[in-house]
């Protein structure tokens, strides 16, 4: 089943199916994620690891889902720059 994220419901749903996402992400990347939060599907942390390392295992979670990275020392998330 598919929802568009426009769609009012959807934030709350992806919200409840993704929660699983993060909590094997951060038992997965255990020592090595500092801060991670997400909304919807954008995703922000802090790790000691590159992208090169860290989005195969993301990649991992679902057959389906495929995460991009994007920005490792200035992005956007949600209306916010971030910059380290």
Wanted: glycine letters at 6%; a negative charge; aromatic letters at 16%.
């Amino acid at each position: 089943m598919e929802y568009q994220t426009g769609w009012a419901p959807a934030v709350v749903i992806a919200n409840l199916y993704l929660d699983n996402f993060d909590q094997w992400v951060l038992t997965r990347s255990v020592g090595h994620v500092a801060w991670y939060r997400r909304f919807v599907d954008d995703t922000v942390y802090y790790t000691d690891l590159d992208n090169e390392k860290l989005m195969p295992l993301f990649c991992e979670w679902h057959p389906r889902i495929q995460w991009e990275g994007a920005g490792e020392t200035r992005i956007m998330f949600l209306d916010l720059e971030l910059a380290g």
